[in-house]
């Protein structure tokens, strides 16, 4: 009985919650053929955004996938709880629904470099392309391009891993609005075709954002049961064009911030 008590708390996922900012602390490390991954999946409430830690379990290199300006703190005192040193902080894309948090985690560390597509438009200090790899510790992610809610939108991907962070290209029943910001439905629906479904059907996929409870999905559940891609082309291409989704809330203030880094002179 006692066995089976340990068992069921293990399986459990521990939530800090602090105002709006909450983390997932997973007990163990993802582990591939003896590479170990840290991974830390965390929420801003207010704009439902996720934000991933990923360290290196040799090294402590560490990296952070769409920081919000937020959730600076948390995210700090995060790094330093788990000893690890964050060397890069990555933007799928320029948001418009939030600031990002890489300018002030530069200025908190002053060893971490921000990452953008080299298609962004944005201020960075690493430029990624289609199929470039970017390194942390023993660990390699890949960035694909899969524009179409954004010029710049990248999915990055870890194959050791089975782990791709799709940003808002493609998130769990649902995907990325385009209708503005460079949106166009034609190309997104190429990108994720070409550039996520063609991905293994096990592959654990991490959205930018989720609205509806989900934490991950999977590149087999998405191609069955996602309601826009699942689709024809010509299909989708009309849902999107009818979704009358109102103006952004955030977006004159995120987007000229997220083109800086976050970080705008006064």
Avoid at 43 to 61: G, I, P, Q, V
Avoid at 162 to 187: H, I, K, N, W, Y
Avoid at 233 to 254: H, T, V
Wanted: aromatic residues 8%; proline residues 5%; neutral net charge.
């Amino acid at each position: 009985m006692l066995m089976m008590l340990k068992l069921k708390c293990f399986c459990f996922q521990l939530i800090i919650i602090t105002r709006t900012c909450w983390y997932s602390v997973l007990n163990m490390p993802i582990t591939s053929n003896g590479n170990g991954l840290l991974f830390r999946q965390l929420f801003h409430k207010d704009t439902s955004t996720y934000t991933y830690l990923l360290a290196c379990t040799k090294t402590n290199e560490a990296i952070l996938i769409d920081p919000v300006i937020d959730c600076v703190e948390r995210d700090l005192k995060l790094i330093k709880e788990l000893d690890v040193k964050l060397v890069y902080g990555l933007n799928t894309h320029v948001h418009a629904d939030h600031i990002t948090g890489t300018g002030k985690l530069k200025q908190a560390l002053p060893c971490c470099k921000s990452v953008l597509s080299d298609k962004s438009g944005g201020k960075s200090d690493v430029y990624l392309g289609h199929m470039d790899s970017l390194k942390f510790g023993n660990q390699t992610l890949e960035a694909r391009a899969t524009p179409g809610h954004t010029n710049g939108c990248t999915t990055y991907v870890m194959h050791e891993h089975s782990l791709a962070f799709t940003g808002d290209a493609l998130m769990v029943r649902a995907c990325g609005r385009t209708d503005f910001q460079q949106g166009d439905p034609s190309t997104l629906y190429e990108s994720v075709h070409k550039q996520i479904f063609t991905l293994p059907p096990h592959y654990r996929i991490f959205p930018a954002h989720d609205y509806k409870g989900f934490s991950e999905t999977s590149v087999a559940e998405e191609m069955k049961y996602n309601p826009r891609l699942s689709k024809s082309k010509d299909e989708f291409i009309n849902i999107m064009e009818n979704l009358n989704l109102p103006y952004p809330k955030r977006i004159d203030a995120s987007v000229p911030a997220n083109l800086v880094c976050g970080i705008i002179d006064e």
